[in-house]
């Protein structure tokens, strides 16, 4: 029976009034990466109490601390004591989740494909037992060799779904960790997108199958996704619909004053409701603006209604629906 499940990397940001966070996040989704364990190494009690707040079918993948990926790692050829330490350190935090989930991101500095003897010198000494190490190489695609290493590791290649097709090879896990296209994480998917990454999840033909989203909208997007694959449909993003829906998420911390091509960086990944239950990026709309400086959300909303009055409203839809 195969297993598809959605959520994001953490809770922390899960804020529903007078609730507990993680158990909040529970009753939405069925799946979380524990990011925070990337930065800092939980105390057990903490780690114990994560596992008590969530029912029984909620499931944990805990992403390995930095130290291991990006400082240890880099410096294989000279082996030291901490890498084997922090190493089983996680596998026990996984253990205590029950999660067979661990997650390693190695940054695009390292070349794992030139230290593929000395990683297997690490995972020979280490007890992973039944947990699967899942493996974001930001480098860049892994070699033949390293490949033959990760399959022999039963090792899961994670990829962005959103960016990539798939992995480097096929396994009956699958796992995403998805950033979509915007600068510093700040993105939210469309339907368009979400329909790609679910296609890419359904082609992959895996047994058990992880998406975690991240970035400015990870509640969103997974929530959107989850709604869609149970109704068939879509759920708003925003309140209006257009011009209108344009000024909902500018009036959320759009700066001014701004040019057009500020208010595109800075504005442009959010996604906003259209007319005919369709969903676009803001900028699309953002990119019929005049060149030149806008002093206010106003400014900005009467222009394009001015715009839109000027090619009439089927023009503005055949624009948006480009």
Not at 300 to 320: A, N, Y
């Amino acid at each position: 029976m195969s297993e598809y499940r959605i959520g994001a990397g953490g809770w922390g940001y899960f804020d529903i009034p007078g609730a507990d966070p993680l158990e909040a996040y529970s009753k939405a989704f069925d799946f979380v990466e524990v990011n925070s364990t990337f930065y800092n190494i939980p105390p057990l009690k903490t780690v114990d109490s994560w596992a008590k707040r969530v029912p029984e079918t909620f499931t944990f993948s805990v992403k390995c601390h930095r130290d291991l990926t990006h400082k240890y790692l880099l410096n294989l050829l000279s082996p030291t004591k901490g890498a084997d330490g922090l190493l089983e350190a996680y596998l026990d935090i996984c253990r205590r989740l029950h999660s067979n989930l661990l997650v390693l991101e190695t940054p695009r500095s390292f070349n794992p494909n030139q230290a593929v003897y000395n990683i297997n010198d690490l995972l020979s000494r280490a007890r992973l037992d039944d947990i699967r190490l899942v493996w974001e190489i930001r480098w860049g695609p892994p070699g033949k060799e390293l490949v033959k290493l990760m399959q022999e590791f039963n090792m899961v290649h994670s990829v962005d779904l959103s960016r990539e097709p798939g992995p480097a090879f096929e396994s009956d896990i699958l796992y995403s960790r998805l950033f979509g296209h915007g600068l510093h994480n700040l993105y939210q998917f469309d339907d368009a997108e979400l329909l790609e990454i679910d296609k890419r999840v359904q082609d992959s033909g895996s047994g058990s199958m992880y998406l975690s989203f991240h970035g400015g909208r990870m509640y969103k997007d997974a929530a959107r996704l989850k709604v869609y694959r149970k109704d068939g449909k879509f759920p708003m993003v925003t309140q209006y619909t257009g011009v209108k829906a344009l000024r909902e998420v500018l009036q959320e911390d759009a700066r001014f004053p701004a040019s057009k091509e500020e208010l595109i960086k800075a504005q442009g990944w959010k996604v906003i409701d259209m007319e005919g239950d369709r969903r676009v990026h803001t900028k699309v709309l953002l990119e019929k603006l005049d060149k030149g400086m806008y002093w206010s959300v106003g400014e900005v909303v009467e222009r394009l209604e001015e715009l839109e009055g000027l090619e009439g409203l089927e023009g503005l839809e055949e624009f948006t629906s480009n």
